[in-house]
């Protein structure tokens, strides 16, 4: 008997992260940022005076790899990504059962690698790296 299947996390209905005895698709190397806003106001004859404005818009990256062997479709998860660049969509980041900040995300950034193309141009293995920015 096989192992359940487990799900690790989701990018609204974009992709799901999850493993089992049959499919691997999982994310690597997140990071997140938290940027704060500081205004530095000049100060005749005394040290210059910080002021906080609030916190930044956040970023998030990380990278998927894309496997045919661990049975996901390469090239069908990244042309469903591409698209969704290009359409502009938001969506909801869950980590484990925790959402991930209070808004959704938006991908503002693609990055694609082909690690391994068969003889017929067919990709066996592909990284993808994606840059979330906070949707305000």
């Known amino acids: 008997m096989g192992k359940k299947e487990k799900q690790i996390g989701k990018l609204g209905d974009l992709v799901t992260f999850k493993t089992s005895d049959k499919r691997i698709l999982n994310y690597q190397d997140y990071q997140r940022e938290i940027p704060a806003r500081w205004a530095v106001h000049e100060r005749i004859g005394k040290k210059p005076k910080a002021e906080f404005l609030g916190v930044g818009q956040e970023q998030i990256t990380f990278t998927i790899e894309l496997d045919a062997v661990l049975g996901v479709k390469p090239w069908k998860i990244m042309h469903e990504m ?52 906070e949707y305000l």
């Open 82 to 133: 591409r698209r969704a660049v290009a359409r502009g969509r938001v969506y909801t980041l869950v980590i484990g059962k925790h959402k991930v900040g209070k808004r959704k995300w938006y991908i503002s950034k693609m990055s694609e690698m082909h690690n391994i193309v068969l003889n017929k141009g067919e990709i066996l293995n592909a990284s993808v790296e994606l840059t979330l920015e």
